[in-house]
DNA sequence: ATGGTTTTTACTGCGTC
DNA sequence: GACGCGGTAAAAACCAT
């Protein structure tokens, strides 16, 4: 960490097309990585636990915490040898990767090699243990449940949180009986799309039925089943969460999302909002956003993106717009 | 099942490029 | 004439009861 070669300050390959938000911010950060005296890089010497100036030397925290071991290791071999953990555990294995696994090498604990009629009685016996491994008929069917519940989220680019949490949900449900008269991929993408509104990065329904193999109607039927049945906390969407994205994909940029979120939020305090489908609001945001900032995108786009239709679009956006001038009188 | 609310579909007219 | 936009009526979907 601390061995390559400073790196001094350089601003010459620095394009300027970036928008003002991201220099700040830039800003910011390279603030807390420069010398108060001579304002040079600074460098963490973790053998001394201390942070110094790479181009004057001036000594400007000490006594850092180390957060790496207290062993030292030379090679990879001796690495293995010293750790003393493993990897971490993880809902998103079946068993949340905790079971045993034969090694697949035929060596004995001395690192000798097998004779070949031990070879053999090992590979049987990793046979075995791998049937008895996925033996119960539950675990099966969490097997598969998590598989799609992957698929689904990286179709979706959700993050590992949520397919964590999805896990968690699914599991839940298995350990209730939630599951007889229910399929697996039901109740699979019921937990991703509950998970995925708990931890605030919702898809909507329409978004999941293009990746999911079950109809709206079951998705929807088991999603509320199952957050009944579990007593699962799931906030209604925040119309909020749904405009960066659409953003994004109609390639505005950061002024009509803080101005969409503006208009956003007037509109909750107003309360208008309630009963009305948050990615509509969303969508008419976006779309009164772009048309305040003089970017130009159409309804049709915006209800593109958006999966929404242009009528309500143009009835959402009416009411923030109205909501703009009487503000504007007041 | 039913009624009330919201969204969608389909169609129309207006103005602009 | 195609396109974007605004409006309307009727159908469809949704939700709580």
């Known amino acids: 960490m601390s061995n390559s070669t400073p790196q001094h300050p350089t601003t010459i390959n620095r394009t300027e097309q970036t928008t003002d938000s991201q220099t700040t911010e830039e800003q910011q950060r390279d603030e807390a990585t420069r010398c108060p005296e001579c304002s040079g890089q600074l460098v963490t010497d973790n053998e001394h636990g201390e942070t110094v100036c790479a181009d004057c030397g001036l000594v400007v925290e000490t006594d850092n915490v180390d ?49 070949s009629n031990q070879r053999q009685k090992m590979q049987r016996l990793r046979t075995w243990n791998e049937r008895f ?46 599951l007889p008269g229910r399929s697996i991929e039901g109740v699979s993408t019921a937990a991703l799309y509950a998970a995925a509104r708990q931890l605030n990065n919702p898809r909507s329904l329409d978004e999941f039925a293009g990746v999911s193999r079950v109809e709206k109607m079951e998705m929807t039927r088991t999603y509320r089943y199952i957050v009944r049945e579990l007593g699962l906390e ?21 002024e009509v999302e803080r101005e969409a979120r503006r208009l956003l ?28 900032t003089n970017q130009k995108v159409t309804q049709n786009q915006v209800g593109e993106v958006a999966d929404i239709s242009e009528v309500t679009i143009r009835n959402r956006y009416k009411e923030l717009l109205e909501l703009e001038h009487e503000d504007l009188v007041n």
Not at 83 to 100: C, E, F, I
Not at 243 to 254: A, N
């Open 234 to 254: 799931v906030e209604p969407a925040d119309p909020e969460q749904y405009v960066p994205r659409f953003v994004s994909r109609l390639d505005l940029d950061g």
């Open 265 to 292: 939020r007037n509109a909750k305090d107003a309360a208008i909002t309630s009963g009305k489908s948050p990615v509509g609001l969303a969508a008419a945001a976006v779309y009164a956003a772009a048309l305040l």
């Open 67 to 115: 957060h790496g071991p207290e062993w030292r290791a030379f090679d990879s071999n001796e690495r293995d040898q010293k750790s003393r953990v493993g990897a971490p555990t993880t809902n998103m294995m079946h068993d949340k990767g905790l079971s045993t696994n034969i090694g697949w090498q035929d060596k004995d604990a001395y690192g000798k090699s097998l004779s």
């Open 133 to 178: 491994r996925t033996r119960d008929s539950k675990e099966r069917n969490l097997k598969q449940a998590l598989g799609e519940i992957d698929r689904m989220a990286s179709a979706l680019g959700l993050p590992d949180a949520v397919r964590e949490t999805a896990s968690v949900i699914y599991r839940r449900a298995l350990d209730e009986d939630l």
